[in-house]
Protein backbone atom coordinates (compact mmCIF):
# COMPACT_ATOMS: atom_id res chain seq x y z
CA UNK A 1 0.00 0.00 0.00
CA UNK A 2 1.08 3.64 -0.84
CA UNK A 3 -0.29 5.15 2.22
CA UNK A 4 -2.33 4.47 5.33
CA UNK A 5 -1.46 1.77 8.06
CA UNK A 6 0.05 -1.76 7.08
CA UNK A 7 1.08 -4.57 10.07
CA UNK A 8 3.33 -7.58 9.44
CA UNK A 9 4.63 -9.92 11.71
CA UNK A 10 7.70 -11.62 11.65
CA UNK A 11 6.93 -14.21 9.60
CA UNK A 12 6.00 -11.82 6.34
CA UNK A 13 2.44 -12.23 6.67
CA UNK A 14 0.29 -9.08 6.36
CA UNK A 15 -1.68 -8.55 9.83
CA UNK A 16 -3.62 -5.20 8.60
CA UNK A 17 -3.52 -3.58 5.48
CA UNK A 18 -5.91 -0.36 4.96
CA UNK A 19 -6.27 -1.70 1.33
CA UNK A 20 -7.78 -4.78 2.09
CA UNK A 21 -10.17 -6.75 4.86
CA UNK A 22 -9.25 -8.38 7.58
CA UNK A 23 -10.79 -11.86 8.71
CA UNK A 24 -12.96 -10.88 11.88
CA UNK A 25 -15.12 -13.55 14.12
CA UNK A 26 -18.91 -13.60 12.69
CA UNK A 27 -19.57 -16.84 15.44
CA UNK A 28 -17.80 -19.95 16.57
CA UNK A 29 -19.22 -22.74 18.65
CA UNK A 30 -17.90 -26.58 19.84
CA UNK A 31 -19.76 -29.30 17.12
CA UNK A 32 -19.02 -33.16 17.09
CA UNK A 33 -16.96 -35.00 14.09
CA UNK A 34 -18.77 -37.99 13.96
CA UNK A 35 -17.36 -41.11 12.25
CA UNK A 36 -18.57 -42.58 9.19
CA UNK A 37 -22.91 -41.93 7.96
CA UNK A 38 -22.61 -40.23 11.48
CA UNK A 39 -23.46 -36.38 10.99
CA UNK A 40 -24.19 -34.14 13.72
CA UNK A 41 -25.57 -30.65 12.07
CA UNK A 42 -24.86 -27.01 13.38
CA UNK A 43 -27.33 -24.44 11.91
CA UNK A 44 -25.59 -21.45 10.49
CA UNK A 45 -25.70 -18.34 11.98
CA UNK A 46 -28.99 -16.20 11.15
CA UNK A 47 -27.53 -13.71 8.11
CA UNK A 48 -24.36 -15.49 7.87
CA UNK A 49 -22.82 -13.70 4.59
CA UNK A 50 -22.59 -16.24 1.54
CA UNK A 51 -18.72 -15.32 1.46
CA UNK A 52 -17.79 -17.01 5.18
CA UNK A 53 -15.12 -19.53 5.70
CA UNK A 54 -14.91 -21.82 8.20
CA UNK A 55 -11.74 -22.73 10.76
CA UNK A 56 -11.74 -25.16 12.83
CA UNK A 57 -9.72 -27.30 15.41
CA UNK A 58 -9.61 -30.38 17.91
CA UNK A 59 -11.67 -29.63 20.96
CA UNK A 60 -9.14 -31.89 22.77
CA UNK A 61 -5.41 -30.76 21.56
CA UNK A 62 -3.68 -33.96 20.99
CA UNK A 63 -3.51 -37.31 19.00
CA UNK A 64 -3.35 -37.12 15.45
CA UNK A 65 -6.95 -36.43 13.95
CA UNK A 66 -8.63 -36.25 10.12
CA UNK A 67 -11.45 -33.91 9.83
CA UNK A 68 -13.18 -32.82 6.85
CA UNK A 69 -16.25 -29.94 6.48
CA UNK A 70 -19.17 -30.06 4.69
CA UNK A 71 -22.13 -27.81 3.72
CA UNK A 72 -25.41 -30.12 5.07
CA UNK A 73 -28.16 -30.80 2.58
CA UNK A 74 -30.29 -33.19 4.61
CA UNK A 75 -31.78 -30.78 6.61
CA UNK A 76 -34.35 -28.69 4.82
CA UNK A 77 -35.83 -26.74 7.68
CA UNK A 78 -32.48 -25.06 8.01
CA UNK A 79 -29.18 -24.07 6.61
CA UNK A 80 -26.90 -25.94 8.61
CA UNK A 81 -23.30 -27.67 8.36
CA UNK A 82 -21.50 -30.23 9.74
CA UNK A 83 -17.81 -31.82 10.64
CA UNK A 84 -16.78 -35.55 9.85
CA UNK A 85 -13.62 -37.84 10.39
CA UNK A 86 -11.91 -40.15 7.94
CA UNK A 87 -13.04 -43.87 7.24
CA UNK A 88 -10.66 -45.42 9.85
CA UNK A 89 -11.66 -43.47 12.92
CA UNK A 90 -13.93 -45.54 15.44
CA UNK A 91 -15.14 -42.46 17.68
CA UNK A 92 -16.62 -39.39 17.24
CA UNK A 93 -14.43 -36.04 18.57
CA UNK A 94 -15.45 -32.53 19.08
CA UNK A 95 -13.97 -29.52 17.20
CA UNK A 96 -13.75 -25.85 17.80
CA UNK A 97 -15.20 -24.34 14.97
CA UNK A 98 -14.85 -20.03 14.03
CA UNK A 99 -17.24 -18.45 11.17
CA UNK A 100 -15.39 -15.66 9.71
CA UNK A 101 -16.31 -13.08 7.40
CA UNK A 102 -14.59 -9.80 5.83
CA UNK A 103 -14.80 -7.15 8.12
CA UNK A 104 -16.68 -4.85 5.77
CA UNK A 105 -19.58 -7.13 6.47
CA UNK A 106 -19.52 -7.32 10.16
CA UNK A 107 -22.05 -6.08 12.02
CA UNK A 108 -21.26 -2.55 13.91
CA UNK A 109 -19.44 -3.15 17.19
CA UNK A 110 -20.55 -0.24 19.28
CA UNK A 111 -19.64 -2.07 22.70
CA UNK A 112 -16.27 -0.64 22.92
CA UNK A 113 -14.84 3.31 23.76
CA UNK A 114 -11.44 2.61 22.57
CA UNK A 115 -9.40 0.35 20.11
CA UNK A 116 -7.95 0.83 16.65
CA UNK A 117 -10.29 0.98 13.46
CA UNK A 118 -8.72 1.36 10.24
CA UNK A 119 -11.14 1.94 6.91
CA UNK A 120 -10.17 1.45 3.27
CA UNK A 121 -10.12 4.72 1.20
CA UNK A 122 -14.05 3.97 0.11
CA UNK A 123 -15.52 3.86 4.17
CA UNK A 124 -15.54 0.10 4.55
CA UNK A 125 -13.92 -0.97 7.41
CA UNK A 126 -10.84 -2.95 6.72
CA UNK A 127 -9.80 -4.21 10.56
CA UNK A 128 -11.64 -2.88 14.11
CA UNK A 129 -9.49 -3.96 17.31
CA UNK A 130 -13.50 -4.63 18.86
CA UNK A 131 -13.61 -7.84 16.80
CA UNK A 132 -12.28 -11.23 17.00
CA UNK A 133 -9.28 -11.60 13.90
CA UNK A 134 -7.97 -14.22 12.28
CA UNK A 135 -3.88 -14.26 12.54
CA UNK A 136 -2.21 -15.66 9.62
CA UNK A 137 0.87 -18.23 10.73
CA UNK A 138 1.31 -20.30 7.46
CA UNK A 139 -0.20 -20.80 3.80
CA UNK A 140 0.34 -23.12 1.16
CA UNK A 141 -2.09 -23.97 -2.01
CA UNK A 142 -2.48 -27.86 -2.77
CA UNK A 143 -3.18 -29.63 -6.03
CA UNK A 144 -5.15 -33.10 -5.24
CA UNK A 145 -4.92 -34.49 -8.46
CA UNK A 146 -4.53 -38.05 -7.50
CA UNK A 147 -6.22 -40.37 -4.37
CA UNK A 148 -1.80 -40.54 -3.65
CA UNK A 149 -1.59 -36.76 -4.20
CA UNK A 150 -0.04 -35.05 -0.51
CA UNK A 151 -0.55 -31.68 1.10
CA UNK A 152 1.85 -29.39 2.13
CA UNK A 153 3.09 -30.25 6.03
CA UNK A 154 2.94 -27.27 7.98
CA UNK A 155 5.58 -27.90 11.57
CA UNK A 156 4.90 -25.91 14.61
CA UNK A 157 6.78 -25.09 17.44
CA UNK A 158 3.39 -24.65 19.36
CA UNK A 159 -0.28 -26.23 18.00
CA UNK A 160 -2.45 -24.70 21.37
CA UNK A 161 -5.07 -22.70 19.59
CA UNK A 162 -4.22 -22.98 15.81
CA UNK A 163 -7.24 -23.42 13.04
CA UNK A 164 -7.21 -24.59 10.10
CA UNK A 165 -8.84 -22.99 7.17
CA UNK A 166 -12.35 -26.33 6.82
CA UNK A 167 -14.17 -24.56 3.59
CA UNK A 168 -13.56 -24.70 0.52
CA UNK A 169 -12.97 -28.35 -1.77
CA UNK A 170 -14.17 -31.07 0.58
CA UNK A 171 -15.64 -33.74 -2.14
CA UNK A 172 -12.94 -35.13 -4.29
CA UNK A 173 -14.52 -38.30 -6.24
CA UNK A 174 -14.83 -42.02 -5.77
CA UNK A 175 -12.62 -45.26 -7.25
CA UNK A 176 -13.22 -48.49 -6.93
CA UNK A 177 -12.08 -50.46 -4.06
CA UNK A 178 -9.42 -53.67 -4.96
CA UNK A 179 -10.47 -56.16 -3.00
CA UNK A 180 -14.07 -54.83 -3.51
CA UNK A 181 -14.86 -54.60 -7.19
CA UNK A 182 -18.53 -53.58 -6.59
CA UNK A 183 -18.05 -51.00 -4.10
CA UNK A 184 -16.17 -47.46 -4.33
CA UNK A 185 -14.58 -45.45 -1.96
CA UNK A 186 -15.71 -41.79 -1.01
CA UNK A 187 -12.69 -39.70 -1.33
CA UNK A 188 -12.64 -36.03 0.85
CA UNK A 189 -9.87 -33.30 1.94
CA UNK A 190 -9.66 -33.59 5.39
CA UNK A 191 -7.36 -30.97 7.36
CA UNK A 192 -5.01 -32.99 10.04
CA UNK A 193 -3.69 -32.68 13.30
CA UNK A 194 -0.81 -34.33 14.54
CA UNK A 195 0.25 -33.25 17.65
CA UNK A 196 2.74 -35.54 18.57
CA UNK A 197 4.46 -34.75 15.87
CA UNK A 198 3.34 -30.41 15.89
CA UNK A 199 2.34 -30.66 12.29
CA UNK A 200 -1.32 -29.76 10.11
CA UNK A 201 -1.40 -30.47 6.52
CA UNK A 202 -4.32 -31.14 4.22
CA UNK A 203 -4.81 -34.17 3.02
CA UNK A 204 -6.87 -37.01 0.88
CA UNK A 205 -8.49 -39.68 3.36
CA UNK A 206 -11.65 -41.99 2.61
CA UNK A 207 -14.54 -40.88 4.20
CA UNK A 208 -17.11 -43.82 3.54
CA UNK A 209 -17.40 -47.16 1.41
CA UNK A 210 -19.89 -47.04 -1.03
CA UNK A 211 -22.11 -49.77 -2.64
CA UNK A 212 -21.72 -48.19 -6.67
CA UNK A 213 -18.57 -48.75 -8.33
CA UNK A 214 -16.46 -47.17 -10.94
CA UNK A 215 -13.90 -43.89 -10.69
CA UNK A 216 -15.42 -40.64 -10.90
CA UNK A 217 -12.18 -38.77 -9.27
CA UNK A 218 -11.68 -35.23 -9.75
CA UNK A 219 -9.65 -33.78 -7.48
CA UNK A 220 -8.83 -30.09 -7.33
CA UNK A 221 -7.04 -27.38 -5.27
CA UNK A 222 -7.41 -26.44 -1.93
CA UNK A 223 -6.47 -23.34 0.03
CA UNK A 224 -4.18 -24.96 2.88
CA UNK A 225 -4.23 -22.00 5.40
CA UNK A 226 -3.92 -21.96 9.30
CA UNK A 227 -3.67 -19.39 12.09
CA UNK A 228 -4.60 -18.38 15.39
CA UNK A 229 -7.79 -15.63 16.59
CA UNK A 230 -7.26 -12.73 18.67
Known amino acids: MSYGISSINSS ?12 SVFASGTAT ?8 PVAFPANTPSSYVIFAKPSTESGDHLVWFSEFTNVTTYASFVFGLDYGATSNISVDWVLAIKSSDMPANNSGDYGLEVNKTN ?8 NGNFRCQQVAFDNFTSVGATGTI ?4 SMAGVYSIMSGKSFVGRQTVGSQPQTSAVWALHSRWDYTNRTIRAQNAVIAIVGSYGVTYGGGFRTNLIGTFT
Do not use: K, P, R, V
Request: hydrophobic share 25%; proline share 0%.
Open 12 to 23: GFTQIDGTYDNL
Open 33 to 40: AGTTNTYY
Open 123 to 130: GDQAFSSN
Open 154 to 157: FSLT
